[in-house]
């Protein structure tokens, strides 16, 4: 999709747990942000 890639891993939860972003940005590499019950997770 536009040059991204979406990996869907089913866990033990029927819901989006965690949303990895693979970034160029070396400000935001190695950061994870909870929102909710989700982690947002940059590498």
Not at 18 to 27: C, G, K, S, T
Not at 32 to 38: A, E, L, P, S
């Amino acid at each position: 999709m536009g040059g991204r890639q979406f990996i869907f891993r089913e866990g033990a939860a029927n819901q989006l747990t965690e949303l990895v972003f693979r970034v160029a940005n070396p400000a935001l590499k190695g950061h994870r942000f909870r929102v909710g019950n989700g982690v947002y997770r940059f590498t």
